[in-house]
């Protein structure tokens, strides 16, 4: 069965200092995409990164930086000298291609909700 | 190139009642998802409709329903409402259907208080 695990609930940090968000997926299908998203207190999903099933090549954006390692089914997110607008709460997904009978929907840890504090 | 719509943004309604709510996908775009939010079970997958035709469904009884009009706009409908259904409601939308790995582009979602 697909599934998406974001472990940590809650995280707190001070501006600065650099923070990790772990995310464990679970499929069938060997086509597959991972998405993060954050959702900031507005509520609109804001669509960060993708990753499909045959690129573990790490990505790096500015201060972001995702982490994929199919040996152990993670796509762990790094914010490096976090700031107190990247408060939010972060989602990984997971979208399959759809040969296991899924249709592509996307399906969501539960959040994992950042607090930066000055 | 404007982004997804919803409206409306807000709605109070009471139990037995029936609502619906709209989305507008970004101009293009095909396929239109929607997803439920709530404290307790999260980000839920409802449906996806691609060219007026609904591709997809969730784990939802059959009071949710939508459907998609032949500009892509998508509405949702949830008849006999719970209390259980209160939360945020997400469109999404991409350019082709789900599957495919394409972006899913998220509007600011509609509160739906059901009292």
């Known amino acids: 069965a697909q599934k998406v695990t974001q472990a940590q609930t809650e995280i707190s940090v001070v501006e600065k200092e650099d923070v990790t968000l772990d995310c464990v997926y679970e499929?069938?299908?060997?086509?597959?995409?991972l998405f993060w998203y954050k959702q900031p207190p507005s509520g609109e999903l804001v669509f960060l990164i993708r990753?499909?099933?045959?690129?573990?090549q790490n990505e790096i954006s500015g201060r972001y930086s995702w982490n994929f390692q199919k040996s152990t089914s993670s796509f762990n997110f790094t914010i490096t000298a976090s700031q107190v607008v990247d408060s939010a709460v972060y989602f990984c997904?997971?979208?399959?291609?759809?040969?296991?009978?899924?249709?592509?929907?996307?399906?969501f840890g539960k959040g994992t909700k950042l607090s930066v504090k000055p | 190139k404007a982004g997804v719509t919803q409206t409306p943004r807000y709605l109070i309604k009471t139990r037995g009642q029936q609502v619906t709510l709209s989305c507008s996908p970004i101009s293009g775009h095909r396929s239109v998802s929607w997803y439920q939010q709530t404290p307790g079970q999260g980000l839920q997958f409802l449906f996806e409709y691609f060219s007026e035709t609904q591709r997809n469904k969730g784990n939802f009884p059959g009071r949710f329903s939508g459907r998609q009009f032949s500009n892509s706009r998508s509405e949702m409908n949830v008849s006999t409402l719970e209390l259980g259904d209160s939360a945020l409601y997400l469109c999404a939308s991409s350019i082709i259907a789900g599957g495919s790995g394409n972006e899913q582009f998220f509007g600011p979602g509609t509160r739906l208080t059901v009292l």
């Open positions: 499929t069938r299908d060997t086509t597959y995409y």
């Open positions: 997904a997971l979208s399959e291609a759809g040969y296991g009978g899924s249709q592509g929907n996307l399906i």
């Open positions: 990753r499909n099933s045959f690129d573990e």
